[in-house]
Nanobody
């Protein structure tokens, strides 16, 4: 089992920045990919970014590319999502996920955190 705990969400004005954290514990060696997803009210969960635990491979959704950076601290088993130039449409619950597949499909992830709310005011 892998446990994931997100933090760092909050209320920010448009144009502001937030850094989300995802602390992983448990059998993290069984996972290959760490991903961030988000879900706005009434919408499906959508992919935001992902990275490989052991390399510098990263991948971003077009909606956040150039404004967000996913990074990791292997010593702390923590993955981060730095989000800049935030827009009201970025408002959602953000979830961290871990899995053994290199994919943007939520079904490819085996473990999920509880989510952290990000609200961007205009």
């Amino acid at each position: 089992q892998v446990q994931l705990v997100e933090s760092g969400g909050g209320l920010v004005q448009a144009g502001g920045s937030l850094r989300l954290s995802c602390a992983a514990s448990g059998r993290t060696r069984s996972t290959y990919t760490m991903g961030w997803f988000r879900q706005a009210p009434g919408k499906e969960r959508e992919f935001v970014a992902r990275m490989d635990w052991m390399s510098d491979n990263t991948y971003y959704a077009d909606s956040v590319k150039g404004r967000s950076t996913i990074s990791r601290d292997n010593a702390k088993n923590t993955v981060y999502l730095q989000m800049n130039s935030l827009k009201p449409e970025d408002t959602a619950v953000y979830y961290c996920a871990a899995g053994a597949m290199w994919t943007r499909d939520p079904k490819g992830y085996d473990y999920w955190g509880q989510g952290t709310q990000v609200t961007v005011s205009s």
